[in-house]
């Protein structure tokens, strides 16, 4: 195998697997699938598709799932739009079978690196509210670049531990993601360096975390809401045995069954056909593991238990948010604008005063009498500014701009986006016909 695995997983996945070993351990020579999530909120499917050097072929019964053949496909001026997320194709069945609709309130409580979340920002729509939870401050960074690219709206990034989490939101959400770190046994394939890690203790130290955090998920769900359970290992400890744990733990849960297109391309749980499982062998990625819960219990939906730290935004500090919006983004009056931390954002939800990672969209920051914009403001509302420049992924002149270039510009002096195909990337400002670079220097292309 190309993965050098531990004698004593490979003795428990024969006895798993059975006569399927051997097309595991033949899998395991191949290297990992990619795949492409498309933010179906801001491209439509064709302008996706007509870019033939992406190599994609759609995922059968996932709406916006593709298959990536071309080598790079995070390299690519979509991708720095944030028109789609680049994502493991197995990592995307579990949000994708999950029954979200739009306008939900839902959490996603183990959030890094986003893609998941991402996925649920997509299928709720703009006016359903995002909960994206990190409790390491530093994977949070990560987490918040990749909502930020997507142009994530009525989003509220927080690292916070589980604990405290039920108890500012008891009984809120109508959805709830816990996909829970684990062992990590699926991704020996795509993380050959994670190997070193696993022992045969693991899987009995993660499924206690586990538990805990499942513990506190369920205090968070709205009545006749859903819980969904996933995590990227094959020990059943912390599969099969979590889900029976909490079926006997919490009489209100009960196991949904997940569409019929998602049980013909993967297999049953050990004993347990509503949970189900992906191995490296069967095509769609690395491995997997889901299980769809729904709370039975009555009541009334709850309230977010905590004082909300929003705060009014000063006068003079006013003054400047409305002479940058008044000439600069058509409709600024529906933004909901307040204050937090010293900054300017638009949340129109409550907003704890710890924890707090990303308070809603970063509109930007009051210097010596004037709006300095964020780049989540042009990401995230980009198509509302007055001057926006238009470009398509085989434009030099975007290839220009996200490498930090200034260039000639025709439109009017003042703020405005940058957008490819209508997706905003940035924003740039226009002084006396040539266009400043505003696109963040990490965020970059080198060389």
Known sequence: MRVSLPEPFLNRMKRLLGNDFERYAESMDLFPEKAIWLQRERMAPEHLLARKELELERIPGMENGYRCFSEKPGNHPLHFAGAYYVQDPSAMLPVAASPLRKGMNCLDLCASPGGK????????????????????PARCKTLAGNLERIGAVHTLITNADAKRMSAWFPSFFDFVLVDAPCSGEGMFRKYPESVGEWNEKLPAYCAERQRSLLSEAVKMLAPEGFL????????????????????????????QPFPDWLNEMTCPGIDMPECRRVYPFMNLGEGQFMALFRKSEGGKRGE??????????????????????????????????????????????????TNVYAPGVNVGLVQKGRLIPHHAMFKAYGEMFLNRLETDPDSPLLDAYLRGSEFPCALPDGWGAVSVLGVPVGGMKVVGGQAKNHYPKGLRIQG
């Open 117 to 136: 979340s991402a996925q649920i920002r997509d299928r709720i729509g703009k006016d359903g509210f995002l909960v994206s939870n990190e409790i390491m």
């Open 228 to 255: 969904l359970y996933s995590t990227c290992t094959f020990s059943p400890e912390e599969d099969e045995e979590i889900v029976r744990w909490a079926l006997s733990e919490y009489p209100s849960l009960t196991l």
């Open 304 to 353: 977010p238990a905590f004082r909300d730290a929003r705060g009014m935004i000063g006068r003079a500090e006013m003054d400047a948010a409305v002479s940058f919006l008044e000439n600069t983004v058509e409709g600024f009056e529906r933004l909901p604008l307040c204050a937090y931390g010293g900054h300017l954002i638009a949340a129109d939800f409550p907003v704890p005063g």
